[in-house]
């Protein structure tokens, strides 16, 4: 047997695997934090990829927005902010023509102690800082993509001399990466803007870690060009939220080499599917609940075969974790209603309705949790098991005794590639 431990909340817990099916675990090419994050950050703004340095774009008497990630990320800001206004005070750019923009998309506002703790407490001291409200009636029109997506942005945003976006490059569900451009749509653009972006997630080609062809990024892309944005700063963190690398300059050049590096470190290269994949988010708090856990099974589908089962182990204290997740799940019985409704008025959360009950019809899922078996089974169509070795024995009598298993510790995370056609 093989013993391979699994994050679950805060503890873990021991999976029991027969040697002849285990194939391995695949768990992401973590790489270090840096010693010093803002040397890092100043390192990026001093060597800009593809333009100006900042202090050469902004003049004195400039007016600058910063759009900066909201209380839904856990991207950390507060690393980023400070030096951005230092290179504009270079520049001759007073702090009070600067704003901070907290880029809400739909969300909703980020509140006062939320906001100390994104950008810090000496951006709070030093400039204005507000929220994006989607429903603004003073959003600017800037035109329409060729995706036929019209483009409303923030006022404060687009009457700036000075554009800068700044964010974390990451893997994202529909968009394929999060950061660039997505500072822009959805960040501070319209519900009416967002809605239609986020309606092609239903495209084929909008998936995580795909960006050719993706009309969901594509549009994005196109957004952000209207806007006219002058400069971003991007950054790659780790699993402990410790800066890797700090890429600044052109909106998507800067990008795309905060994207290499995300391949670099969260794309993992499989031989093979397996009948079985044994996954964990990767514990507190990636599977406080079942909406955050989701990804995990989501990124596993890529390393099991179809007709194969995806054993989800996550403790799940707060149970379904998502008021529109629930809702469409009690609500919407098929793909096709929630394709329907996705069209009519996309709701953050309903997406992950859509990708369970699409992950039901590839895979059966077992899941290992704390949530009560009429939520799990009744409403979300899980199987389920109390501990992770009866998952696998009920997942062996699924597969059969001959089934191969890959284990993922930090699903979340990992994002198997098989290497050949299969």
């Known amino acids: 047997m093989v013993d ?52 050469e774009i902004a003049k004195p008497g400039d007016t600058v927005a910063i759009v900066v990630d909201d209380s839904t990320r856990v991207t950390p800001s507060y690393l980023m902010v400070p030096p951005l206004l230092d290179e504009l005070n270079k520049a001759g750019v007073k702090d009070e023509n600067v704003t901070v923009i907290f880029g809400c998309g739909t969300h909703r506002a980020v509140k006062p102690d939320e906001m100390k703790k994104l950008v810090g407490e000496e951006t709070l001291k030093r400039v204005r800082a507000v929220n994006h409200d989607c429903n603004a009636k003073d959003q600017v029109f800037l035109g329409k993509t060729s995706f036929g997506t019209k483009v409303y942005v923030n006022k404060v945003f687009t009457d700036a001399n000075v554009k800068i976006l700044a964010g974390d490059v990451d893997l994202h569900y529909y968009a394929g990466y999060g950061g660039g451009r997505k500072s822009v749509l959805p960040a501070v653009s319209s519900e009416e803007t967002i809605q ?30 209207l806007a006219k944005v002058d400069f971003i700063l991007n950054i790659v963190t780790n699993s402990k939220l410790e800066l890797v690398q700090a890429f600044a300059g052109d909106l998507e050049l800067a990008f795309y080499e905060g994207v290499k590096l995300v391949d670099e470190m969260y794309k993992v290269p499989i031989d093979r599917r397996a009948d079985i994949v044994v996954v964990s988010p990767g514990g507190h708090p990636l599977d406080i609940n079942l909406y955050q856990a989701y990804k995990g099974v989501d990124n596993a589908l890529e390393a099991v075969k179809r007709g194969g089962v995806i054993v989800l182990v996550a403790e799940c204290p707060e149970g379904h974790g998502h008021d529109v997740f629930h809702e469409w799940m009690t609500k919407l019985k098929d793909l096709k209603g929630m394709e329907k409704e996705i069209k009519k ?4 959360g309903g997406h992950k309705a859509y990708y369970l009950l699409k992950a039901l019809q590839k895979v059966k899922i077992i899941f290992v949790s704390v949530m009560p ?20 024995r009920d997942a062996f009598d699924i597969v059969g005794k001959n089934g191969k298993v890959w284990a993922m510790p930090f699903g979340n995370l990992t994002f198997p590639v098989v290497k050949k056609a299969e």
């Open 4 to 55: 391979v431990w699994l994050p679950y909340g805060k503890t873990e817990v021991c999976a029991r695997i027969p040697t002849r099916n285990f194939l391995g675990t695949i768990e992401p090419k973590e790489k270090r934090g840096v010693p010093d994050p803002r040397v890092e950050v100043e390192r990026a703004l001093r060597e800009p990829i593809g333009t100006k340095q900042l202090s």
């Open 196 to 225: 239609h972006n986020h309606a092609m997630l239903l495209h084929p080609k909008s998936r995580t870690g795909v960006l050719a062809g993706n009309p969901v990024h594509e549009d994005m892309v196109e957004a952000a060009k």
């Open 345 to 348: 008025r996309f709701r953050m």
């Open 373 to 392: 078996d009429y939520y799990a089974v009744n409403l979300f169509k899980l199987k389920t098991a109390r501990v992770v070795n009866d998952a696998l």
